[in-house]
């Protein structure tokens, strides 16, 4: 059975920084795309984060490019979310993902994703 699990979340004052995991058991995904996704209350769902299967591409959300970083360690079958300069607008519950194929040198859509973490919330205060 495959899970990926979320961990780091927390509240933060604006400014601060946070850095999420996201540990997979049950598959190695070292071969495919990892992500990170989140969701704000009432809103919904968006991209954050995109990182291939060797870390060699990223993509990321417009609004966090220069304060979040996603990076991975395949030998530990963890992807991270490192984020800075946090502001309110950042709230929101932080979704890993995961691609069942694919190299992830490509930007993909949400649907391309084949495996969900359970979240885990991020609430910046001001």
């Known amino acids: 059975q495959v899970q990926l699990v979320e961990s780091g979340g927390g509240l933060v004052q604006a400014g601060g920084s946070l850095r999420l995991s996201c540990a997979a058991s049950?598959?190695?995904?070292?071969?495919?795309?990892m992500g990170w996704f989140r969701q704000a209350p009432g809103k919904e769902r968006e991209f954050v984060a995109q990182?291939?299967?060797?870390?060699?591409?990223?993509y990321y959300k417009d609004s966090v490019k220069g304060r979040f970083t996603i990076s991975r360690d395949n030998a530990k079958n963890t992807v991270y979310l490192q984020m800075n300069s946090l502001k309110p607008e950042d709230t929101a519950v932080y979704y890993c993902?995961?691609?069942?194929?694919?190299?992830?040198?490509?930007?993909?859509?949400?649907?391309?994703?084949?495996?969900w973490g359970q979240g885990t919330q991020v609430t910046v205060s001001s």
């Open positions: 993902a995961a691609q069942d194929y694919g190299l992830g040198t490509s930007l993909l859509s949400g649907y391309e994703y084949n495996y």
């Open positions: 049950g598959r190695t995904f070292s071969s495919h795309a």
């Open positions: 990182i291939s299967w060797s870390g060699g591409t990223t």
